[in-house]
């Protein structure tokens, strides 16, 4: 059975447009990860609270709300470096930002050419990845 690629409205369109400009599905994507990983008793104040702290952040250009912090950086780093080199593989590196959720993050990395990205470059691409993805909204450039 085939499937037929069906062409959106300009309503859907519009509806993807803004979706995409405001960062909804971030937003979203960014409570329900709060949501699971803290498990509040009182999940609406939580995502109030929650959202408090993005438009602060948004305002300050700081402390973003985010499940992971540089202790889960540095023990996923760790994993993937138990014999402690201080350097992981440039795939161990862009499979390590994926499982973070990081999007965007630079595909070539100090010591890519070398297929070593020492643990400062993964930490700084990883905190900076998680800023975009956990701020669900546009972040100025740093």
Excluded: W
């Amino acid at each position: 059975m085939a499937t037929e690629s069906k062409e959106l409205g300009p309503r859907e369109t519009e509806a993807h447009e803004y979706m995409e400009k405001h960062r909804i599905l971030e937003l979203f994507n960014n409570l329900t990860t709060q949501l699971i990983y803290n498990r509040p008793d009182d999940p609406k104040k939580f995502t109030i609270e929650v959202l408090e702290r993005l438009m602060n952040a948004r305002t300050a250009h700081r402390e973003y709300p985010c499940v992971f912090d540089d202790s889960n950086i540095t023990s996923l780093f760790g994993m993937l470096d138990p014999t402690q080199t201080g350097y992981v593989s440039y795939q161990q590196y862009a499979e390590a930002m994926t499982t973070l959720g990081v999007k965007n993050y630079d595909e070539e990395p100090d010591g890519k050419d070398i297929d070593r990205i020492q643990y400062d470059v993964f930490m700084a691409e990883a905190r900076k990845g998680l800023i975009q993805a956990s701020a669900t909204f546009a972040v100025p450039s740093q």
